[in-house]
């Protein structure tokens, strides 16, 4: 009794702690919460009429990204006064953090107690994709959120896809699921999601047609204007490949490792177990998308879970210091240095795409393994 009694102080207080230090830091430090800007932008623009796609905010000069039913979305944000907004997205990424190691706890099959729970988002607030999603106000929480709610459901229950086409209306690169389905076979689910996304476009459509039109015919291509593909923050395999080759455009050879590790990782999501081949999916999705910045890979935090309920401890360790450590944030970045980084120096910087592509090729090596066993299995009865 004791130790419940003591367990259930506890863990209130360290989160409650953890968040304390994290908005001191944001207000010593003055962060801008640049995204939220953007956002509060976008729908500002929507409300007033004017170009989605035309303007810029903060001193990065952001622009618009996301497709016009995102901006929709954001319509809201437009009339809160900005230092509201900043503390919404924090109070609101923060449940959203929670509300994943719940679902990651369920969908890893740990038992979600409360004072665990409340324990481990106090500490997974500082794995810098989580750290930096809150430090930007970014969705990546809530999209990851809306993912895995949809696609732990069993397979059969209602409007299970939906969530995941409405996830990739809001942000495009969600669409890769889509094909999870397909090749695990799920075509109700499959068919529900395009049909989800498909009832985004139409609404952006419908309300936003100039810029749907612009959107769908230019602005979504033209990924320069997301930012710099070499830079560090920039996670996926083209940010690697960029740095590796000491190239801003690694060209050809992207295109040819996206289609061989897109391909590989699908095959693998088919032909391993479910929880597995979520995870597969989503950091192939994040690989092979053009640009997945580093507070993109919050699928960590279900990643780490899995670890642990699978029994692999210093597996879940290892993975908690590679997303904890920001060594990409420690090697030569400033200006074009990301481009002049030294052999030794490139682990460093590219240590999520490390771990999705050790995580495909494990799992792709299993799948092929069970797969010649399963053979010889078959060959063994056929000839008795």
């Known amino acids: 009794m004791i130790g419940r009694s003591l367990r259930a102080v506890v863990a209130p207080g360290l989160l409650l702690g953890s968040l304390a230090a994290f908005a001191a830091l944001c207000l010593a430090l003055r962060i801008p919460m640049a995204d939220a800007q953007v956002y509060r932008a976008e729908g500002a623009a929507v409300a007033n009429g004017t170009s989605l796609y035309g303007f810029t905010v903060t001193s990065w000069q952001l622009p618009a990204t996301y497709p016009p039913f995102a901006a929709l979305l954001f319509v809201p944000a437009a009339y809160v006064p900005l230092p509201v907004l900043k503390l919404g997205f924090c109070g609101g990424n923060a449940v959203l953090l929670g509300l994943l190691v719940l679902l990651s706890c369920r969908f890893a099959g740990l038992k979600p107690r409360s004072p665990y729970v409340l324990a481990a988002t106090a500490a997974a607030l500082w794995l810098e994709p989580v750290f930096q999603t809150l430090l930007f106000g970014q969705i990546n929480l809530a ?221 792709a090596r299993a799948a092929v393994a069970n797969s010649q066993l399963s053979a010889r299995s078959s060959s063994a009865s056929m000839i008795r």
């Not at 320069?224 to 960029?242: C, E, F, P, T, Y």
């Open 143 to 363: 999209l990851a959120c809306l993912i895995l709610w949809d696609l732990s459901r069993p397979p059969g229950a209602f409007g299970k896809g939906v969530a995941v086409g409405i996830a990739a209306g809001i942000k495009i690169t969600p669409l890769f699921f889509v094909l999870f389905l397909v090749v695990r076979g799920l075509r109700r689910e499959a068919v529900a999601a395009a049909a989800g996304f498909g009832a985004t476009v139409a609404l952006g459509t419908l309300v936003l047609p100039y810029a749907s039109v612009e959107f769908w015919t230019r602005r979504l291509f033209e990924t320069g204007r997301v930012g710099k593909a070499w830079i560090v923050d920039n996670q996926s395999l083209q940010g690697m490949l960029a740095r590796l080759l000491h190239t801003a455009e690694p060209g050809a050879v992207w295109v040819l490792a996206a289609v061989a590790v897109g391909g590989t990782g699908l095959w693998t999501a088919r032909h391993c177990d479910e929880r597995r081949a979520l995870l597969v999916t989503a950091f192939t999705a994040l690989l092979i998308s053009p640009i997945s910045w580093s507070h993109h890979w919050v699928w960590c935090v279900p990643l780490i879970a899995l670890m642990i309920a699978e029994g692999w401890p210093r597996t879940a360790a290892a993975l908690v210091l590679v997303f904890t450590a920001r060594s990409l944030w420690l090697v030569p970045h400033a200006g074009d240095l990301d481009l002049r980084l030294p052999l030794w120096q490139q682990p460093l910087a590219s240590p999520y795409a490390l771990v999705a592509l050790a995580l495909v090729a494990c799992q």
